[in-house]
């Protein structure tokens, strides 16, 4: 089963005739990410909200782990079985920190899109609540990646390469995930053929690739701003924004 999941990404990889498109981000006729930034960096009217960079990739990653901990998708992800109940944190923590750094660096590095970060203010949200020893703070609030029409997600390669670096996701060889995890998240790949299908007719648009706030730092506004800078930046090129979510709650 792991040398089949190893070599479906690596054929993919060559059988896939989007896979150069992905390598590098093809702006004609779509959104470049050189209009993004300039759009987005003038609809930054927060001080605590900063344009993120590789060396923030550390920081984010673990702010987003912090905020999906209790995500129902990755909890699906897992598959825990109620026998192992007690342990369903621990593996969707292992899963995100095995997932996050391959669908954020590419933005974070500015090579695939955008991160914007929100950083912790002043002493009362620093002191509000602790960090999990799991999840340390990083002076990071929130944060969200953005990719242009004319960049991808990483490429079928891109991840053929991350496995290499990073080994295989933990559901493969860590006991606790249930026996449909490795299938549910080869099955995550197809939403990208879902957005692709879904945003033909709308060649210049936005990709709101993820957005995420500490646990206990939610509810105070933090991804409101982040969120008002994106949607100021897509009014501003008059382009629509694409989102996935499985929570009807965070429709609006």
């Not at 992905?22 to 470049?32: F, G, V």
């Not at 620093?126 to 953005?146: E, F, H, M, Y």
């Not at 007719?201 to 991804?223: N, P, T």
């Amino acid at each position: 089963t792991l040398s089949q999941f190893v070599f479906s990404i690596l054929a993919s990889s060559f059988l896939n005739a989007a896979m150069l498109s992905n390598i590098w981000c093809n702006s004609q006729s779509k959104l470049s990410k050189k209009d993004l930034l300039e759009a987005l960096s003038r609809h930054i009217d927060d001080r605590s909200l900063a344009i993120l960079d590789k060396d923030d990739e550390d920081r984010m990653v673990d702010t987003m782990v912090d905020a999906f901990i209790k995500d129902p998708l990755f909890r699906w992800f897992a598959n825990v079985p109620e026998a192992n109940a007690e342990r369903e944190q621990e593996l969707a923590i292992d899963l995100c920190k095995w997932m996050f750094p391959g669908t954020l660096k590419h933005n974070v590095s500015g090579r695939l899109g955008v991160a914007l970060g929100a950083q912790l203010e002043d002493e009362e949200l620093q002191s509000d609540g602790k960090a999990s020893s799991l999840t340390p703070d990083t002076g990071l609030a929130g944060a969200i990646a953005i990719t242009p029409s004319g960049c991808d997600s990483p490429s079928d390669l891109d991840w053929f390469f991350y496995i290499v670096r990073n080994g295989v996701p933990p559901c493969y060889y860590k006991k606790g995930f249930g026996p449909f995890a490795k299938k549910r998240l080869e099955s995550s790949f197809v939403l990208d053929d879902k957005r692709r299908a879904i945003m033909k007719s709308h060649e210049k648009h936005l990709y709101l690739l993820q957005v995420g706030v500490r646990k206990r730092l939610q509810g105070k506004g933090i991804g409101g701003k982040l969120l008002r800078a994106l949607c100021s930046t897509a009014d501003s090129l008059g382009v629509p924004v694409y989102l996935e979510t499985e929570s009807i709650e965070n429709e609006s």
